[in-house]
């Protein structure tokens, strides 16, 4: 069956670093946009950003930019999300979710979702 | 910077409709917006609802419903049941590859 489980969450210092992993199965990944979301503790989702199918377009959300860097390994069926300059308001559950798939039409949602890593950023 | 505004909560009679509404705080939101809807009960992932305005995701029942009402998005649940109660977002997508999630809507059913 169609599955995302992601990885590598933690505690990590406010300025360090971390690498998120979703991997996928049960599906050609390679055809998919992939998404990561995250949900901070009592809060409300929030997109973060979104890789095309071959990993030639990326996109980020203000909020990210300049320190999360969206990737995948097609050949891994994995998708990645390198966190950097970490703060204590990244705080939160991070999801991956599969989004459109290449040839078909657009609708620009997340179809498929992982149960979630949790990144907690302290001193 | 544009909001996507969503109301914090509303209650709903088991059995009875409830309708919950995905705005801009600055412009209407149309098809070009393609809304999604999203369900997430406490402690779980989103489960997907409807996207791009009104096609319902593999397994939704039909009670669950998208459309385009005056100048907002909104999902309509007919038939309300316990399990319904849930948090709900919209997401909106506002081109350029951006795509922004409203705050959620805490739907009780009682």
């Known amino acids: 069956q169609v599955q995302l489980v992601e990885s590598g969450g933690g505690v990590v210092q406010p300025g360090g670093s971390l690498r998120l992993s979703c991997a996928a199965s049960g599906f050609t990944f390679s055809t998919y946009a992939m998404h990561w979301v995250r949900q901070a503790p009592g809060k409300g989702l929030e997109w973060v950003a979104v890789i095309s199918y071959d990993g030639s377009l990326k996109y980020c959300a203000d909020s990210v930019k300049g320190r999360f860097t969206i990737s995948r390994d097609n050949s891994k069926n994995t998708l990645y999300l390198q966190m950097n300059s970490l703060r204590a308001e990244d705080t939160a559950v991070h999801y991956c979710a599969r989004g459109d798939t290449v040839g078909a039409a657009h609708y620009y949602y997340m179809d498929v979702w992982g149960k979630g890593t949790t990144v907690t950023v302290s001193s | 910077q544009t909001v996507v505004t969503q109301e914090p909560s509303l209650s709903v009679s088991p059995g009875g409709t409830v309708t919950l509404t995905c705005g801009l705080s600055s412009g209407s939101v149309s098809t070009g917006y393609y809304p999604s809807w999203y369900q997430q009960t406490p402690g779980q992932a989103p489960r997907t609802l409807i996207y791009s305005t009104n096609t319902r995701s593999s397994g939704v029942p039909d009670r669950f419903s998208g459309s385009i009402l005056g100048n907002k998005a909104a999902l309509t649940i007919t038939g309300a049941q316990a399990d319904d109660e849930s948090d709900y977002y919209c997401?909106?997508?506002?081109?350029?590859?951006?795509?922004?999630f409203g705050g959620g809507t805490k739907l009780t059913v009682l």
């Open positions: 997401v909106l997508y506002m081109g350029s590859g951006i795509r922004v």
